[in-house]
């Protein structure tokens, strides 16, 4: 790993062997950006490929599964769950095995034809940080779709809100090609953690369980090591800095709604003519003639708490301060605001219990006064049109389309029947 710099027969000539190693990985950090860091390495075969020699690829998927609750000054209230995790967690096993998923990723019949994929290890797990809050999805397999997971954390969301039972996923692996039209789960929270170097399915002669982990020997740089550590534990810190003046800045609003009254709505007039020469105001909780009901969770006089209503944006939040962000995401986020206002405002005099109607889901099982807001006029997944299928798909290319797709089949067939003549051999 290292060669001396001094000719052979100079005095200061040393053997490699008792020169000490260059820090590559140091080395490499220096000229690469801040988002890509080395901190180790392993000696490989000459036939080594860093994408064909990887035998298993873990992803995760950041969520949050409470709503992040209002407090004012130092009052309790109940930080109610948005997501059923054990629905969710029995809904992710239909995934384990040999599955179709092309009901679960989209389509991209140019370069792929075949949707199975085989996952190894699945599972809905605690955060390692805030894990009252924060939880993540898990999931090993031999290879990935295109958007698979993406596609795949909006079906769990859809159960994990009880608008979907467990039993979709294994529905829709079973369906076929009939993909229902369904929205992508943000990408932002997606990460590939682990890229395995084990051993290929074909080539486990022993039946061992576990062929596909990775048996490479790791050599790690304590240098390198140090210094992402320090710099993950830097960014740690400024994104909680960030969430504390968030969290911040939005008591300081609800405190302002505590006695202003609600400047859209003329209800509120007279309420505000009482109180101008009165020396002890009453407070107006503002929108429409709701004097009577506080802030979002937050407790009356008797100790009981008024209905939080939240939508399904708690669950992953959004970076409003990203470019991107803001401006691809931003009429989307302002219609569902309006749409649950709306909502709030027709069922909020009603006498009945809201958790009984359609869109309201009670999510808590020790806060019956919780209300998530769902999609306004949510239809079920097998009730929705499907997209077009793979047949369709390829009937409909043209052009330049066309040509790939008819390049790349050819690639697949000549692949195929070389791939058939070693297994042959092997057998041999």
Same mark, same amino acid.
């Given at each position: ?28 950090? /220096? ?13 490989? =075969? ?27 000054? +130092? ?63 898990? %999931? ?38 009939? @993909? ?19 051993? +290929?399915?074909? /080539? ?23 210094? %992402?550590?320090? =710099?993950?534990?830097?960014?740690? %810190? $400024? ?58 969770? @937050? ?14 944006? $708690? ?26 206002? !709306? ?60 040509? !790939? ?12 029947? %070389?791939?058939? =003549? ?7």
């Amino acid at each position: 790993m290292r060669s001396s710099t001094w000719p052979v027969g100079h005095p200061n000539y040393k053997k490699e062997e008792d020169v000490p190693p260059f820090d590559y990985c140091g080395m490499l950090n /220096n000229v690469l950006p801040m988002t890509i860091r080395v901190v180790g390495f392993s000696y490989v =075969e000459d036939d080594f490929d860093a994408r064909f020699s990887c035998t298993a690829r873990s992803y995760r998927y950041y969520f949050s599964i409470r709503h992040y609750p209002y407090r004012l000054h +130092h009052e309790k209230t109940s930080t109610p769950v948005l997501l059923n995790i054990e629905h969710m967690q029995q809904a992710a096993q239909y995934f384990l095995g040999e599955q179709n998923f092309r009901n679960f990723c989209c389509m991209d019949v140019i370069n792929v034809s075949n949707y199975y994929r085989t996952v190894y290890e699945v599972g809905i797990y605690p955060s390692e940080h805030l894990p009252e809050f924060l939880y993540y999805f898990e %999931i090993t397999a031999n290879s990935f779709l295109y958007h698979q997971i993406r596609c795949t954390m909006e079906i769990l969301f859809l159960v994990g809100m009880q608008l979907e039972k467990p039993e979709i996923v294994k529905t829709l692996l079973e369906r076929g090609d009939q @993909k229902p039209f369904y929205a992508l789960a943000d990408g932002a929270p997606l990460i590939l953690w682990e890229c395995h170097f084990g051993t +290929h399915k074909e /080539n486990n002669k022993t039946n061992e369980k576990d062929f596909w982990k990775n048996k490479l020997d790791w050599h790690i740089s304590r240098k390198s090591l140090y210094g %992402i550590e320090k =710099e993950l534990s830097d960014l740690a %810190i $400024a994104f909680i800095l960030r969430s504390g003046m968030a969290a911040g800045m939005r008591s300081q609003i609800f405190r302002w709604y505590e006695t202003a009254p609600d400047a859209t709505d003329e209800s509120n007039h007279q309420h505000a003519i009482e109180n101008k020469n009165n020396d002890h105001p009453k407070p107006v909780y503002a929108i429409g003639d709701r004097t009577r009901r506080q802030v979002f969770g @937050k407790e009356d006089n008797n100790n009981h708490h008024h209905h939080v209503l939240v939508d399904g944006w $708690a669950v992953l939040g959004c970076d409003w301060t990203d470019e991107r962000t803001m401006y691809s995401r931003r009429g989307g986020r302002r219609m569902d605001l309006l749409h649950m206002i !709306r909502y709030e405002d027709d069922d909020y005099h009603e006498e009945t219990d809201l958790t009984n109607n359609n869109n309201k889901q009670n999510f808590s099982p020790n806060n019956n006064n919780f209300t998530c807001y769902t999609p306004h006029n949510y239809v079920p997944l097998l009730e929705r049109p499907v997209e077009r299928t793979y047949t369709e798909e390829v009937d409909s290319l043209k052009g330049k389309k066309r040509a !790939r797709y008819e390049v790349n089949t050819a690639k697949k067939t000549m692949g195929d029947e %070389i791939n058939e =003549e070693k297994r042959t051999k092997r057998k041999d």
